[in-house]
């Protein structure tokens, strides 16, 4: 069973050289890698050669795409009956690809994802807390934190596994600030397509330090509010006002726009359902200095991600 690995990058030629080599060692060696490098970038082009691996293809793109673009452009060139995604700075457990084809064989065509072990400066940690298991809409399990002491739900695209006949249904959208939440969303609530969970971690995401991105520098706090908007009635109040509160509130903190205070909240009240602890979680990202929000983020999440770090 052959997989297609669609691995998009940008200038980070040694990083990308990890991401593949974890591809290259899987116990399951029926692969492809598609690399899609999205300029021509000597360095990184000089890094995939050395491997002299022919299960090792090279796109380059003229310009820069979007991650989206970038996905959807390695897939068009994909062979296999799978199809995997793997982000340039993270790495795959050697087990990964068996582990999730085990898991899918003789069930519905699904999105098979895993449990992720996320490396950040001030905590390693085991995401998500709890996995998705298609028994609430996927919009609420991404967006609507049920409990002020659990993180929303988390599924990354590095951990993205798919039959190619899926990925036909729903192609990322290019112009999407989100468009790794937005295939999600199409594939559960346009396609009917299920999401499985291997329960356990078979992947490694590195958030260790700001790298350049695929994802476009004018994604901010009220381009992710038209991008929530845009979605319509596949977003339910509860998600609504879980989104501005959380990802589109986090960044206009993040960029000072004290005028989205009042923006955020009103459309989060209008068109939403807020919990009250989404309210005090959004305040605390305008009153609380950012530092000691990233201290308490990494204890708790140290905390309770602790006995899973076993896991894998």
Known sequence: MLVSVVIPTLDRPSLLLRAINSVLTQTHQQIEIIVVVDRPDRDTLSAVQSLNDARVQLIVNPYAPTAGGARNAGADHARGEWIAFLDDDDEWLPNKLEKQIALASGRTPALVTCLSRVVTPSATYVSPQVPYDNSMPIDEYLFDRR??????????????????????????????????????????????????????????????????????????????????????????????????????????????????VPEILYRAFRNGSPRLWQVLYFLAYWLVPRDSLSRLRGFIRNSQGRKHLQVG
């Open 147 to 260: 409990s002020p002491f659990r993180a929303p739900g988390f599924i990354q695209t590095s951990s993205y596994l798919l039959p190619r006949q899926l990925f036909d249904k729903v192609r990322f959208e290019t112009a999407s600030p989100h468009d790794d939440w937005e295939f999600l969303l199409r594939l559960s609530k346009q396609a009917g397509a299920r999401i499985e969970t291997a329960p356990e971690v078979l992947v490694v995401l590195y958030f260790e330090e700001p790298r350049p991105s695929l994802t476009k520098r004018t994604s901010s706090w009220l381009r992710s509010l038209r991008w929530i908007d845009s979605l319509g009635p596949i977003i339910s109040r509860r998600a609504y006002s879980g989104f501005c509160l959380s990802v589109a509130g986090s960044r206009a903190a993040q960029e000072r726009a004290y005028t989205a």
